[in-house]
């Protein structure tokens, strides 16, 4: 038995976010293009102690332990595998910054399901774990998914694993304010009034193989709520699109936006525009490789 198991946790942007009709349940149905970055947390899982220690490393902030969803997740695993003898060590390396709408908390949460499975040997089967993991949060899915870039519907928990675009890099920055994720719907959700009815958009599948095709579908109906309330986020936006980026949008329900460039260097470029607007940047590029999850 592997006494330690490490796994990546990448962050994730939607070049697609549509947020359709709110349910009887009070959540709204969403329409999204999941996409995995290279900027990653690392979560490192190992026997030992009692029950679930987390160990926390980086200048993020993940709020109180028993919060964290690394800590939820392993509860979770632990309690459907009917207990274990002894205890559970999980080192968490955060980089990926938190409320930013780049699914650092899913990631880590997906991460410390599979990397617990692999831990004891494959206890549960991945329909097993996706249930789990689609208890958790809306974004657990898709990092159990298998590949980096899928459609998702519902909350998120319905899920087509697509072929990936090729990589590209890309800039993400914040702009130091986090955007709680309810109050994002529900200011979208008085901005559109009463009866919103999302309009008929079809996608050719060619699109979701291509950059250039895809971006006149790139669309995330967040923006106008989070611009309202942070006006840089357009400004930062704004300055991507001037520095060569094809696609610019707010990352999730915000309060990061990122840019996807044709080439390294006009990405590179672009950030110090970015943070003379105040904003701390990431480079990374999308993931086109490899498993997800
Ligand atoms: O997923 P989470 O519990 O963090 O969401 C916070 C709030 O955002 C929910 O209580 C709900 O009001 C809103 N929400 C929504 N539709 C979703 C996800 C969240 O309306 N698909």
């Known amino acids: 038995m592997a006494t330690e198991v490490v796994r990546e946790a990448p962050a994730k942007v939607n070049l697609r976010l549509a947020v359709l009709a709110q349910e009887t349940s009070g959540y709204h149905a969403l329409e999204s293009l999941f996409c995995a970055l290279s900027l990653h947390d690392t979560v490192r899982v190992s026997r030992g ?31 459907e595998m009917g207990g274990v003898d002894g205890g559970v060590r999980i080192r968490l390396e955060k980089r990926i910054p938190s409320a ?3 699914g650092g908390g899913s990631s880590d949460a ?27 949060g809306s974004d657990v899915p898709f990092f159990l998914c298998g590949s980096p870039l899928a459609l998702g519907w519902g ?17 993400v920055a914040h702009p130091g304010v986090a955007m709680p994720t309810g109050s994002a719907f529900q200011r979208l959700a008085e901005l559109r ?4 009815r999302p309009p008929a958009v079809a996608i050719p599948s060619d699109a979701l193989s291509d950059w250039d095709r895809l971006s006149p579908f790139a ?16 400004t930062a936006r704004q300055a991507l699109r001037e520095a060569g980026a094809g696609m610019a949008l707010l990352a999730g329900s915000g309060a990061s936006v990122f840019g996807v460039f044709h080439d390294a260097g006009a990405r590179d470029a672009a950030e110090p525009a970015v943070q003379r607007l105040g904003f701390s940047t990431w480079r990374a590029h999308t993931l086109s490789g490899g498993t997800v999850g």
């Open 49 to 79: 102690g009692e029950e679930i220690e987390l160990v926390t490393e980086g200048a993020i902030d993940t709020g109180p332990d028993h919060e964290n969803l690394v800590v939820r997740a392993a509860r979770r695993f632990l309690l």
């Open 193 to 196: 009034g009463g009866a919103f």
């Open 219 to 234: 669309v995330n109906d967040f923006e106008p709520a989070a611009d309202e309330r942070l006006p840089q986020l357009a």
């Open 110 to 136: 997906a991460a410390t399901l599979l990397a617990l499975n692999d831990l004891f040997e494959a206890p549960f089967a991945s329909e097993a774990l996706l249930q789990m993991g689609s208890e958790l």
């Open 155 to 171: 909350r998120g928990e319905r899920l087509l694993a697509l072929p990936p675009l090729p990589s590209r890099p890309v800039l």
């Open 100 to 102: 930013a709408g780049l």
